[in-house]
């Protein structure tokens, strides 16, 4: 009856397209959730506010935990999302009274690797970590938890580590 597009779930977007432009083909309406930097002729769209939680998550952490030292693992360099949840760190660190420093964001490319490497950078020369490490996506928060622990550092005893998305594994990681 109709088919709904969540675009950020697609690898590539000449592929979502493709599937927007065969349900169009057959009369399917169409229904894209979540952002969407252009809008595509004749579908409807239901975009949520990521913003709003995805900042007061970092508020409490920030005022409720007392971390003043923190620092912010983004996705892709200039890519929206990316950018607006940099925003969102500016932002909460703003409301808090903490000036916002551009050498406390790195970009771990909604992966991994290199969040691997910013927590190794981070913790090089036997330096404790920020007290919060905030990071764009679960799989990130993921990846910052385990290096943490395998650096010897306990999360959230000696740094908390916020994701956000809500994914599934994120369900069998502990901490959660």
Known sequence: DVLVVHLESFHTKDVALRVISEAKAHNVPVVIVGDCTEEIEGCFYVIPDYDTPFKQLMSHVISEHGARNTYFIA???????????????????????????ESRVGYG?????????????????????PQAIFCANDYMAIAACERLNELGFSVPRDVIVTGFDGVPAAEFFTPR
Do not use: H
């Open 75 to 101: 996705g892709r360099k200039g890519l929206d999302i990316s950018d607006r949840r940099i925003s969102c760190y500016r932002q909460a660190l703003e409301e808090n009274g903490i000036e916002f420093d």
């Open 109 to 129: 490319d909604f992966w991994a690797g290199p969040v691997r490497e910013i927590v190794e950078e981070l913790t090089k020369d036997g330096r404790k970590p």
